[in-house]
């Protein structure tokens, strides 16, 4: 995954090149609507280097996972048919609901039914991060 995040950085030069020569030869809106995408796209993907959020998929969160799937294997499982599935807000057994993790799934462009222009727009300014916000402890 962070491959193809990387990748994605690399083939943002493509619309800012495009659109640099879009603006230089007449073409001004089109130009301009390639720019700012490209350049929105970079500015996002720069903010993991700048102190920003990191990266939606790393290498912890994959460690963490299978974590999750080595504990449902073992003695030690929820239940006796654990099926670790990764909701929205959490890690939690299919079998029983109990939470295995608190880790939240990041927005990777999951099939929705809103279809896949808003799908895809919505990953694009989410940058693959959580849309929601965790739970707040109740007193």
Known sequence: ?????????????????????????????????LFLAGGWTLLSRAQAFLGGPPVACTLEMAQRLQLVMNIADSEDACCSHPQPEWWVESVRCASCSKK??????????????????????????????PMVLPDEPQN
Do not use: A, E, V
């Not at 962070?2 to 001004?28: A, C, E, M, V």
């Open 100 to 129: 295995l993790d608190d880790m939240m799934r990041p927005d990777l462009g999951r099939p929705r039914k809103d279809g896949f222009i808003r799908g895809w727009l919505r990953l694009w300014l989410s940058d693959g991060h």
């Open 1 to 33: 995954m962070r491959w193809f995040h990387n990748l994605g950085t690399f083939t943002t030069l493509l619309p800012l090149l495009f659109g640099y020569l879009s603006i230089l030869g007449g073409q001004s809106t089109f130009g301009y609507g």
